[in-house]
Protein backbone atom coordinates (compact mmCIF):
# COMPACT_ATOMS: atom_id res chain seq x y z
CA UNK A 1 0.00 0.00 0.00
CA UNK A 2 1.41 3.22 -1.00
CA UNK A 3 0.14 6.61 1.06
CA UNK A 4 1.52 10.27 -0.10
CA UNK A 5 1.23 12.71 2.88
CA UNK A 6 2.62 16.13 2.34
CA UNK A 7 5.53 17.29 3.90
CA UNK A 8 4.99 21.01 3.31
CA UNK A 9 4.90 23.76 5.32
CA UNK A 10 1.09 24.36 5.30
CA UNK A 11 0.15 20.65 5.93
CA UNK A 12 2.80 20.45 8.36
CA UNK A 13 1.52 23.16 10.45
CA UNK A 14 -1.92 22.08 10.19
CA UNK A 15 -0.98 18.68 11.81
CA UNK A 16 0.51 16.62 8.74
CA UNK A 17 3.66 15.18 10.94
CA UNK A 18 1.26 13.48 13.79
CA UNK A 19 -0.95 12.66 10.54
CA UNK A 20 2.11 10.24 9.26
CA UNK A 21 3.46 9.23 12.76
CA UNK A 22 -0.35 8.03 13.11
CA UNK A 23 -0.32 5.98 9.42
CA UNK A 24 2.74 4.35 10.81
CA UNK A 25 1.87 3.48 13.64
CA UNK A 26 -1.76 1.86 12.35
CA UNK A 27 -0.13 0.14 9.57
CA UNK A 28 1.97 -1.83 12.02
CA UNK A 29 -0.90 -2.58 14.42
CA UNK A 30 -2.50 -4.19 11.60
CA UNK A 31 0.93 -5.59 10.29
CA UNK A 32 -0.26 -4.15 7.12
CA UNK A 33 3.10 -2.82 4.77
CA UNK A 34 3.10 0.53 3.45
CA UNK A 35 5.16 2.91 1.91
CA UNK A 36 4.43 6.26 2.78
CA UNK A 37 6.00 9.08 0.88
CA UNK A 38 6.03 12.39 2.50
CA UNK A 39 5.50 14.64 -0.84
CA UNK A 40 4.95 18.04 -1.96
CA UNK A 41 1.59 19.58 -1.48
CA UNK A 42 -0.95 19.82 -4.49
CA UNK A 43 -2.23 23.24 -3.71
CA UNK A 44 -4.91 23.06 -1.52
CA UNK A 45 -4.50 24.36 1.66
CA UNK A 46 -7.73 24.06 2.79
CA UNK A 47 -7.68 20.35 2.62
CA UNK A 48 -4.54 19.62 3.92
CA UNK A 49 -2.91 17.49 5.53
CA UNK A 50 -4.47 15.89 2.30
CA UNK A 51 -3.35 11.96 2.19
CA UNK A 52 -3.53 10.18 -1.09
CA UNK A 53 -3.68 6.33 -1.69
CA UNK A 54 -2.60 4.89 -4.44
CA UNK A 55 -5.19 2.74 -6.56
CA UNK A 56 -5.26 0.98 -9.98
CA UNK A 57 -7.33 4.20 -10.92
CA UNK A 58 -4.90 6.84 -9.77
CA UNK A 59 -4.21 8.36 -6.50
CA UNK A 60 -7.14 9.02 -4.36
CA UNK A 61 -7.63 12.13 -1.94
CA UNK A 62 -8.56 12.56 1.68
CA UNK A 63 -8.91 15.32 3.54
CA UNK A 64 -8.33 17.21 5.68
CA UNK A 65 -7.11 14.48 7.76
CA UNK A 66 -7.78 14.14 11.52
CA UNK A 67 -5.99 11.40 13.38
CA UNK A 68 -9.53 10.32 13.92
CA UNK A 69 -9.66 9.38 10.19
CA UNK A 70 -6.57 7.64 9.87
CA UNK A 71 -7.37 4.08 10.55
CA UNK A 72 -10.16 4.42 7.99
CA UNK A 73 -7.65 4.46 4.96
CA UNK A 74 -7.46 1.09 6.07
CA UNK A 75 -10.78 0.15 5.57
CA UNK A 76 -13.51 0.82 2.59
CA UNK A 77 -11.89 3.57 1.16
CA UNK A 78 -14.89 4.87 -0.66
CA UNK A 79 -16.83 4.76 2.57
CA UNK A 80 -14.17 7.02 3.97
CA UNK A 81 -15.80 10.15 5.56
CA UNK A 82 -13.06 12.64 4.22
CA UNK A 83 -13.02 10.67 0.83
CA UNK A 84 -12.64 13.12 -2.05
CA UNK A 85 -12.33 10.99 -4.97
CA UNK A 86 -9.36 10.84 -7.45
CA UNK A 87 -7.23 13.89 -7.02
CA UNK A 88 -6.52 14.59 -10.33
CA UNK A 89 -10.60 14.71 -11.25
CA UNK A 90 -11.26 17.32 -8.25
CA UNK A 91 -12.17 20.53 -9.65
CA UNK A 92 -9.34 22.25 -8.27
CA UNK A 93 -6.80 20.07 -10.40
CA UNK A 94 -8.65 19.65 -13.44
CA UNK A 95 -9.04 23.85 -14.10
CA UNK A 96 -4.84 24.36 -13.82
CA UNK A 97 -2.47 24.28 -16.44
CA UNK A 98 -0.04 22.91 -14.56
CA UNK A 99 3.79 23.30 -16.17
CA UNK A 100 6.25 24.99 -13.47
CA UNK A 101 4.24 23.22 -10.68
CA UNK A 102 3.73 19.49 -13.30
CA UNK A 103 5.52 17.50 -10.39
CA UNK A 104 4.80 18.66 -7.53
CA UNK A 105 2.55 16.83 -5.05
CA UNK A 106 3.10 13.92 -7.24
CA UNK A 107 7.03 12.84 -7.25
CA UNK A 108 8.85 11.74 -4.01
CA UNK A 109 10.38 15.11 -3.84
CA UNK A 110 14.14 13.90 -3.32
CA UNK A 111 14.16 11.44 -5.25
CA UNK A 112 16.04 12.02 -9.03
CA UNK A 113 14.56 8.50 -10.10
CA UNK A 114 11.17 9.57 -9.37
CA UNK A 115 12.13 13.06 -10.97
CA UNK A 116 13.10 11.65 -14.21
CA UNK A 117 10.21 8.66 -14.81
CA UNK A 118 7.94 12.39 -14.56
CA UNK A 119 10.07 14.40 -17.41
CA UNK A 120 12.57 15.19 -14.81
CA UNK A 121 16.30 16.39 -16.33
CA UNK A 122 14.88 15.99 -20.51
CA UNK A 123 15.18 20.17 -20.56
CA UNK A 124 18.89 19.80 -19.16
CA UNK A 125 19.76 17.15 -21.67
CA UNK A 126 18.33 18.92 -24.43
CA UNK A 127 19.69 22.07 -23.18
CA UNK A 128 23.70 20.18 -23.15
CA UNK A 129 23.09 19.61 -27.08
CA UNK A 130 22.42 23.46 -28.12
CA UNK A 131 25.42 26.21 -27.97
CA UNK A 132 24.78 28.45 -25.06
CA UNK A 133 23.71 31.42 -27.10
CA UNK A 134 21.14 29.17 -28.40
CA UNK A 135 20.03 28.09 -25.19
CA UNK A 136 19.52 31.71 -24.38
CA UNK A 137 17.54 32.67 -27.87
CA UNK A 138 14.65 29.42 -26.36
CA UNK A 139 14.34 31.21 -23.26
CA UNK A 140 13.93 34.52 -25.04
CA UNK A 141 11.61 33.15 -27.77
CA UNK A 142 9.34 31.63 -24.51
CA UNK A 143 8.37 35.03 -23.85
CA UNK A 144 9.20 33.61 -19.82
CA UNK A 145 9.29 37.34 -17.68
CA UNK A 146 10.66 37.14 -14.08
CA UNK A 147 8.56 35.82 -11.61
CA UNK A 148 9.92 37.80 -8.97
CA UNK A 149 7.75 40.85 -8.83
CA UNK A 150 9.17 43.28 -11.89
CA UNK A 151 8.39 40.80 -14.76
CA UNK A 152 11.63 41.47 -16.60
CA UNK A 153 12.43 39.17 -19.83
CA UNK A 154 14.92 36.26 -18.45
CA UNK A 155 16.15 35.39 -21.62
CA UNK A 156 17.31 39.04 -22.09
CA UNK A 157 18.91 39.18 -18.70
CA UNK A 158 20.46 35.86 -19.55
CA UNK A 159 21.92 38.00 -22.75
CA UNK A 160 23.56 40.43 -20.26
CA UNK A 161 25.38 38.04 -18.52
CA UNK A 162 26.18 35.65 -21.58
CA UNK A 163 27.81 38.24 -23.33
CA UNK A 164 29.77 40.18 -20.71
CA UNK A 165 33.93 38.74 -20.44
CA UNK A 166 34.24 37.75 -17.14
CA UNK A 167 36.47 34.96 -15.01
CA UNK A 168 34.14 33.95 -12.57
CA UNK A 169 29.76 34.48 -13.40
CA UNK A 170 26.94 32.92 -11.20
CA UNK A 171 23.68 32.35 -11.01
CA UNK A 172 21.53 33.54 -7.68
CA UNK A 173 18.34 32.04 -6.99
CA UNK A 174 16.05 34.96 -5.57
CA UNK A 175 14.10 32.57 -2.44
CA UNK A 176 13.69 35.45 -0.36
CA UNK A 177 10.11 34.99 -0.96
CA UNK A 178 9.17 38.02 1.06
CA UNK A 179 5.64 39.21 -0.26
CA UNK A 180 2.43 39.02 1.73
CA UNK A 181 0.51 36.02 0.40
CA UNK A 182 3.14 34.53 -1.23
CA UNK A 183 4.76 30.88 -0.67
CA UNK A 184 4.88 29.38 -4.27
CA UNK A 185 8.57 29.14 -4.28
CA UNK A 186 8.23 27.93 -0.82
CA UNK A 187 6.37 24.86 -2.56
CA UNK A 188 8.34 24.16 -5.17
CA UNK A 189 11.23 23.79 -3.49
CA UNK A 190 9.54 21.40 -0.75
CA UNK A 191 7.53 19.56 -3.69
CA UNK A 192 9.90 19.33 -6.18
CA UNK A 193 13.55 20.72 -5.41
CA UNK A 194 15.08 19.57 -8.89
CA UNK A 195 13.48 21.35 -11.44
CA UNK A 196 14.99 24.32 -9.68
CA UNK A 197 18.19 22.61 -9.73
CA UNK A 198 17.81 21.79 -12.85
CA UNK A 199 16.44 25.30 -14.12
CA UNK A 200 19.73 26.84 -12.08
CA UNK A 201 22.26 24.27 -14.37
CA UNK A 202 20.23 25.10 -17.79
CA UNK A 203 21.04 28.78 -16.45
CA UNK A 204 24.48 28.08 -15.80
CA UNK A 205 25.75 26.43 -18.76
CA UNK A 206 23.88 28.88 -21.13
CA UNK A 207 25.54 32.30 -19.61
CA UNK A 208 28.84 30.50 -18.47
CA UNK A 209 28.39 30.62 -14.56
CA UNK A 210 30.09 27.83 -13.10
CA UNK A 211 28.32 28.38 -9.41
CA UNK A 212 24.88 28.92 -7.93
CA UNK A 213 23.29 30.50 -5.05
CA UNK A 214 19.82 30.21 -3.61
CA UNK A 215 19.36 32.61 -0.97
CA UNK A 216 16.21 31.53 1.18
CA UNK A 217 15.26 33.03 4.81
CA UNK A 218 15.62 31.13 7.85
CA UNK A 219 11.59 30.71 8.11
CA UNK A 220 11.64 28.29 5.40
CA UNK A 221 13.43 25.60 7.50
CA UNK A 222 11.84 22.59 5.57
CA UNK A 223 12.74 23.97 2.26
CA UNK A 224 15.78 24.69 2.99
CA UNK A 225 16.41 20.76 4.18
CA UNK A 226 14.60 19.63 0.81
CA UNK A 227 17.12 21.60 -1.28
CA UNK A 228 20.10 20.93 0.63
CA UNK A 229 19.27 17.12 0.23
CA UNK A 230 18.27 16.89 -3.24
CA UNK A 231 21.67 19.39 -4.42
CA UNK A 232 23.65 16.21 -2.18
CA UNK A 233 21.77 13.28 -4.53
CA UNK A 234 22.14 15.34 -7.96
CA UNK A 235 26.05 16.56 -6.63
CA UNK A 236 26.12 12.58 -6.41
CA UNK A 237 24.57 11.26 -9.45
CA UNK A 238 26.86 13.56 -11.64
CA UNK A 239 23.67 16.07 -12.57
CA UNK A 240 25.81 18.98 -10.45
CA UNK A 241 29.58 19.10 -10.07
CA UNK A 242 32.65 19.10 -12.44
CA UNK A 243 30.97 17.69 -15.23
CA UNK A 244 27.46 18.25 -15.73
CA UNK A 245 25.84 14.89 -16.70
CA UNK A 246 29.52 13.58 -18.08
CA UNK A 247 30.08 16.88 -20.52
CA UNK A 248 32.11 19.66 -20.20
CA UNK A 249 30.30 22.12 -18.62
CA UNK A 250 30.82 22.73 -14.68
CA UNK A 251 27.98 23.53 -12.39
CA UNK A 252 27.76 23.17 -8.69
CA UNK A 253 25.52 25.28 -5.78
CA UNK A 254 25.01 25.25 -2.36
CA UNK A 255 21.95 27.14 0.36
CA UNK A 256 22.62 30.70 1.92
CA UNK A 257 19.81 31.16 4.43
CA UNK A 258 19.25 34.99 5.64
CA UNK A 259 17.85 35.83 8.70
CA UNK A 260 14.84 37.22 6.81
CA UNK A 261 14.27 40.79 5.85
CA UNK A 262 12.02 41.75 3.19
CA UNK A 263 14.49 44.11 1.28
CA UNK A 264 16.92 41.47 1.16
CA UNK A 265 14.20 40.30 -1.55
CA UNK A 266 15.41 43.23 -3.64
CA UNK A 267 18.22 41.63 -5.47
CA UNK A 268 20.92 44.28 -4.90
CA UNK A 269 19.96 43.55 -1.38
CA UNK A 270 20.00 40.38 -1.45
CA UNK A 271 23.38 40.01 -3.39
CA UNK A 272 25.03 42.12 -0.31
CA UNK A 273 23.93 40.09 2.57
CA UNK A 274 24.60 37.22 0.14
CA UNK A 275 28.70 38.74 0.17
CA UNK A 276 28.48 38.68 4.15
CA UNK A 277 27.02 42.45 4.51
CA UNK A 278 24.00 44.42 5.81
CA UNK A 279 20.82 43.67 3.26
CA UNK A 280 21.16 47.26 2.02
CA UNK A 281 20.48 48.38 -1.78
CA UNK A 282 22.88 49.37 -4.31
CA UNK A 283 22.64 51.92 -6.41
CA UNK A 284 22.27 50.53 -10.54
CA UNK A 285 24.10 50.93 -12.51
CA UNK A 286 25.95 48.70 -12.37
CA UNK A 287 23.49 46.14 -13.15
CA UNK A 288 23.86 42.83 -11.15
CA UNK A 289 23.69 41.22 -14.77
CA UNK A 290 27.66 42.64 -15.26
CA UNK A 291 28.55 43.51 -11.65
CA UNK A 292 26.81 41.83 -9.37
CA UNK A 293 27.70 38.79 -7.13
CA UNK A 294 31.27 39.41 -5.54
CA UNK A 295 31.59 42.33 -8.41
CA UNK A 296 31.14 39.78 -11.04
CA UNK A 297 28.45 39.02 -13.81
CA UNK A 298 25.52 37.29 -12.40
CA UNK A 299 21.97 36.01 -13.17
CA UNK A 300 19.46 37.08 -10.31
CA UNK A 301 16.63 35.36 -10.65
CA UNK A 302 13.01 34.32 -8.66
CA UNK A 303 13.00 30.36 -8.12
CA UNK A 304 9.90 30.29 -10.21
CA UNK A 305 11.04 31.93 -13.27
CA UNK A 306 14.50 29.55 -13.19
CA UNK A 307 11.71 26.54 -12.25
CA UNK A 308 10.05 27.11 -15.38
CA UNK A 309 13.03 27.14 -17.52
CA UNK A 310 13.07 22.92 -17.78
CA UNK A 311 9.35 22.70 -19.12
CA UNK A 312 10.79 25.25 -21.76
CA UNK A 313 14.03 23.73 -22.82
CA UNK A 314 12.00 20.42 -22.79
CA UNK A 315 8.94 21.48 -24.51
CA UNK A 316 10.50 24.17 -26.86
CA UNK A 317 9.57 28.03 -26.71
CA UNK A 318 6.71 27.78 -28.88
CA UNK A 319 5.05 25.54 -26.94
CA UNK A 320 5.16 27.86 -23.54
CA UNK A 321 4.52 31.14 -25.45
CA UNK A 322 1.49 29.77 -26.51
CA UNK A 323 0.35 30.04 -23.48
CA UNK A 324 -1.36 33.60 -21.82
CA UNK A 325 -2.42 36.65 -23.42
CA UNK A 326 -0.53 39.73 -24.45
CA UNK A 327 3.05 40.14 -23.54
CA UNK A 328 2.24 37.63 -20.67
CA UNK A 329 3.38 34.32 -21.82
CA UNK A 330 3.07 30.96 -20.10
CA UNK A 331 1.15 30.65 -16.81
CA UNK A 332 1.64 32.26 -13.44
CA UNK A 333 1.32 30.64 -10.03
CA UNK A 334 -1.30 32.59 -8.65
CA UNK A 335 -0.77 32.41 -4.76
CA UNK A 336 -4.37 32.62 -3.21
CA UNK A 337 -4.84 33.93 0.93
CA UNK A 338 -6.48 36.20 3.24
CA UNK A 339 -9.90 35.81 3.95
CA UNK A 340 -10.86 33.19 1.32
CA UNK A 341 -12.67 30.01 0.98
CA UNK A 342 -10.09 28.36 -1.31
CA UNK A 343 -7.07 29.01 -0.23
CA UNK A 344 -3.64 27.91 -1.71
CA UNK A 345 -1.95 27.61 -4.96
CA UNK A 346 -3.65 27.37 -8.61
CA UNK A 347 -1.17 27.67 -11.95
CA UNK A 348 -2.86 28.94 -14.89
CA UNK A 349 -2.01 30.57 -18.31
CA UNK A 350 -2.41 34.69 -17.52
CA UNK A 351 -5.70 35.98 -18.71
CA UNK A 352 -8.31 35.15 -16.51
CA UNK A 353 -10.23 38.15 -15.11
CA UNK A 354 -9.76 39.36 -11.52
CA UNK A 355 -13.25 38.12 -10.77
CA UNK A 356 -13.04 34.63 -12.32
CA UNK A 357 -10.03 34.36 -9.74
CA UNK A 358 -11.60 35.74 -6.76
CA UNK A 359 -15.27 34.47 -7.17
CA UNK A 360 -14.78 30.86 -9.04
CA UNK A 361 -11.85 29.55 -8.04
CA UNK A 362 -11.01 31.12 -5.19
CA UNK A 363 -14.86 30.62 -3.91
CA UNK A 364 -15.01 34.16 -2.48
CA UNK A 365 -14.63 34.84 1.27
CA UNK A 366 -13.68 32.50 4.09
CA UNK A 367 -16.18 34.43 6.25
CA UNK A 368 -19.25 33.94 3.97
CA UNK A 369 -19.54 38.05 3.12
CA UNK A 370 -18.93 40.05 0.03
CA UNK A 371 -15.81 40.90 -0.90
CA UNK A 372 -14.49 44.29 -0.39
CA UNK A 373 -11.31 44.27 -2.26
CA UNK A 374 -7.96 42.56 -3.33
CA UNK A 375 -4.96 43.22 -2.89
CA UNK A 376 -2.48 41.83 -5.66
CA UNK A 377 1.44 41.59 -5.65
CA UNK A 378 1.86 41.86 -1.85
CA UNK A 379 2.46 44.35 0.46
CA UNK A 380 3.79 46.84 -2.64
CA UNK A 381 0.63 46.32 -4.56
CA UNK A 382 -2.46 48.07 -4.87
CA UNK A 383 -5.97 46.87 -4.03
CA UNK A 384 -8.41 46.10 -6.45
CA UNK A 385 -12.15 47.02 -6.01
CA UNK A 386 -14.95 44.66 -7.48
CA UNK A 387 -15.64 47.20 -10.03
CA UNK A 388 -12.44 46.22 -11.50
CA UNK A 389 -12.61 42.81 -11.27
CA UNK A 390 -13.16 42.41 -15.05
CA UNK A 391 -9.08 42.86 -15.16
CA UNK A 392 -7.28 40.66 -16.81
CA UNK A 393 -4.47 38.44 -14.82
CA UNK A 394 -1.58 40.06 -17.25
CA UNK A 395 1.25 42.35 -16.31
CA UNK A 396 0.02 45.01 -19.04
CA UNK A 397 -3.28 44.73 -17.58
CA UNK A 398 -2.57 45.42 -14.14
CA UNK A 399 0.11 48.17 -14.91
CA UNK A 400 -3.26 49.84 -16.68
CA UNK A 401 -4.50 50.04 -14.18
CA UNK A 402 -2.12 51.53 -11.19
CA UNK A 403 -1.63 47.63 -9.96
CA UNK A 404 1.28 45.40 -10.51
CA UNK A 405 0.82 41.18 -10.18
CA UNK A 406 4.17 40.85 -8.64
CA UNK A 407 4.95 37.88 -7.74
CA UNK A 408 1.20 37.06 -8.29
CA UNK A 409 0.48 36.74 -4.42
CA UNK A 410 -3.67 37.44 -3.86
CA UNK A 411 -5.29 38.52 -0.49
CA UNK A 412 -9.04 38.76 -0.56
CA UNK A 413 -10.46 40.79 2.16
CA UNK A 414 -13.90 41.10 3.37
CA UNK A 415 -16.32 43.69 3.58
CA UNK A 416 -15.20 44.63 7.18
CA UNK A 417 -12.12 45.88 6.57
CA UNK A 418 -11.10 49.29 6.90
CA UNK A 419 -8.96 50.40 4.21
CA UNK A 420 -7.32 53.53 5.94
CA UNK A 421 -5.94 50.78 8.50
CA UNK A 422 -4.95 48.74 5.19
CA UNK A 423 -3.10 52.14 3.96
CA UNK A 424 -1.35 52.73 7.27
CA UNK A 425 -0.26 49.77 7.27
CA UNK A 426 1.49 49.47 4.18
CA UNK A 427 3.14 53.39 5.10
CA UNK A 428 4.26 51.24 8.33
CA UNK A 429 5.18 48.00 6.82
CA UNK A 430 7.61 50.65 4.76
CA UNK A 431 8.90 52.05 7.85
CA UNK A 432 10.05 48.99 9.23
CA UNK A 433 11.39 47.30 6.49
CA UNK A 434 13.22 50.39 5.10
CA UNK A 435 16.72 49.55 4.33
CA UNK A 436 17.04 53.26 5.44
CA UNK A 437 19.42 54.00 2.61
CA UNK A 438 17.07 56.57 0.80
CA UNK A 439 15.16 59.79 2.54
CA UNK A 440 12.04 59.52 0.63
CA UNK A 441 11.30 56.40 2.12
CA UNK A 442 13.50 56.31 5.27
CA UNK A 443 11.70 59.09 6.30
CA UNK A 444 8.61 59.47 4.00
CA UNK A 445 7.12 56.17 5.48
CA UNK A 446 7.43 57.43 9.22
CA UNK A 447 5.58 60.58 8.17
CA UNK A 448 3.21 58.84 6.12
CA UNK A 449 2.38 56.97 9.10
CA UNK A 450 1.81 60.04 10.96
CA UNK A 451 -0.36 61.61 8.60
CA UNK A 452 -2.43 58.90 8.15
CA UNK A 453 -3.05 58.80 11.82
CA UNK A 454 -4.01 62.64 11.06
CA UNK A 455 -6.14 61.55 9.19
CA UNK A 456 -8.11 58.70 11.46
CA UNK A 457 -8.20 61.60 13.95
CA UNK A 458 -10.29 63.92 11.68
CA UNK A 459 -7.69 66.44 10.24
CA UNK A 460 -9.02 67.17 6.78
CA UNK A 461 -5.85 69.08 5.76
CA UNK A 462 -3.73 65.91 5.96
CA UNK A 463 -5.31 63.94 3.06
CA UNK A 464 -3.68 66.23 0.03
CA UNK A 465 -0.37 65.56 2.37
CA UNK A 466 -0.71 61.84 1.80
CA UNK A 467 -1.20 62.20 -1.93
CA UNK A 468 1.76 64.55 -2.00
CA UNK A 469 3.79 62.10 -0.38
CA UNK A 470 3.09 59.34 -2.26
CA UNK A 471 4.21 61.27 -5.10
CA UNK A 472 7.66 62.24 -3.82
CA UNK A 473 8.06 58.50 -2.71
CA UNK A 474 7.30 57.30 -5.81
CA UNK A 475 9.62 59.24 -7.92
CA UNK A 476 12.27 60.12 -5.24
CA UNK A 477 12.57 56.48 -3.75
CA UNK A 478 15.92 54.24 -5.00
CA UNK A 479 13.90 51.06 -5.21
CA UNK A 480 10.40 49.62 -5.70
CA UNK A 481 10.20 49.03 -1.63
CA UNK A 482 9.70 52.96 -0.84
CA UNK A 483 8.65 53.55 -4.84
CA UNK A 484 6.12 51.28 -4.69
CA UNK A 485 4.15 51.56 -0.97
CA UNK A 486 2.28 54.85 -2.67
CA UNK A 487 0.38 51.82 -4.59
CA UNK A 488 -1.30 50.34 -1.63
CA UNK A 489 -1.55 53.63 -0.12
CA UNK A 490 -3.05 55.44 -3.24
CA UNK A 491 -5.33 52.58 -3.97
CA UNK A 492 -7.17 52.32 -1.08
CA UNK A 493 -7.50 55.94 -1.09
CA UNK A 494 -8.98 55.97 -4.83
CA UNK A 495 -11.22 53.57 -4.64
CA UNK A 496 -12.48 53.20 -1.09
CA UNK A 497 -12.98 57.37 -0.35
CA UNK A 498 -15.75 56.29 2.60
CA UNK A 499 -13.47 54.74 4.36
CA UNK A 500 -10.99 57.98 4.58
CA UNK A 501 -14.31 59.70 5.09
CA UNK A 502 -15.80 57.84 7.95
CA UNK A 503 -12.91 57.90 9.87
CA UNK A 504 -12.86 62.34 9.40
CA UNK A 505 -16.63 62.03 10.49
CA UNK A 506 -16.29 59.49 13.54
CA UNK A 507 -13.37 61.90 15.02
CA UNK A 508 -15.81 64.96 14.37
C1 LIG B 1 11.63 45.36 -1.61
C2 LIG B 1 11.73 44.30 -2.66
C3 LIG B 1 11.58 42.97 -2.31
C4 LIG B 1 11.70 41.98 -3.27
N1 LIG B 1 11.53 40.69 -2.89
C5 LIG B 1 11.69 39.70 -3.81
C6 LIG B 1 11.60 38.35 -3.43
O1 LIG B 1 11.34 38.02 -2.26
N2 LIG B 1 11.76 37.40 -4.39
C7 LIG B 1 12.03 37.73 -5.70
O2 LIG B 1 12.21 36.85 -6.52
N3 LIG B 1 12.13 39.02 -6.08
C8 LIG B 1 11.98 40.00 -5.18
N4 LIG B 1 12.12 41.30 -5.57
C9 LIG B 1 12.48 41.57 -6.98
C10 LIG B 1 13.99 41.44 -7.18
O3 LIG B 1 14.61 42.68 -6.92
C11 LIG B 1 14.35 41.04 -8.63
O4 LIG B 1 13.63 41.84 -9.52
C12 LIG B 1 14.04 39.59 -8.94
O5 LIG B 1 14.65 38.72 -8.02
C13 LIG B 1 14.55 39.24 -10.31
O6 LIG B 1 14.18 37.93 -10.65
P1 LIG B 1 13.10 37.64 -11.77
O7 LIG B 1 13.49 38.47 -12.98
O8 LIG B 1 13.21 36.21 -12.05
O9 LIG B 1 11.79 38.05 -11.23
C14 LIG B 1 11.98 42.33 -4.63
C15 LIG B 1 12.11 43.68 -4.98
C16 LIG B 1 11.98 44.65 -4.01
C17 LIG B 1 12.13 46.07 -4.41
S1 LIG C 1 13.44 52.84 -1.21
FE1 LIG C 1 13.66 52.25 0.95
S2 LIG C 1 14.37 50.15 0.86
FE2 LIG C 1 14.70 51.04 -1.18
S3 LIG C 1 16.79 51.90 -1.13
FE3 LIG C 1 15.44 53.54 -0.46
S4 LIG C 1 15.45 53.34 1.78
FE4 LIG C 1 16.21 51.42 0.99
Redesign the pocket.
Known amino acids: MKIYLPLDSAAVALGADDIAEAITAEAQKRGVAITLIRNGSRGMVWLEPMAEVATEDGRLAFGPMTLEDVPGLFGDLEAHPKALGLTEELDWMKRQTRLTFARCGIVDPTSLHDYELHHGLKGLKRALGMTPAAIVQEVTDSGLRGRGGAGFPTGIKWKTVHDAKASQKYIVCNADEGDSATFADRMLMEGDPFTLIEGMAIAGIAVGATKGYIYTRSEYPIAITQMQKAIEVARAAGVLGPRVLGSDYAFDMEVRVGAGAY ?1 CG ?1 ETSLLNSLEGKRG ?2 RAKPPLPALQGFMGKPTVVNNVISLASVPVIMDRGAAFYKNFGMGRSHGTMALQIAGNVKFGGLFETAFGLSLGEIVNEIAGGTASGRPVKAVQVGGPLGAWFPTSLFDTPFTYEDFAAKDGLIGHAGLTIADDRTDMLKMARFAMEF ?1 AI ?6 T ?3 IGAVRGVETLDRVAAGDPSALPLVADLCNTMKAG ?7 FTPYPVMSALTHFPDDFATAKAAAE
Open positions: VEVVCESCGKCPCRSLCALGG
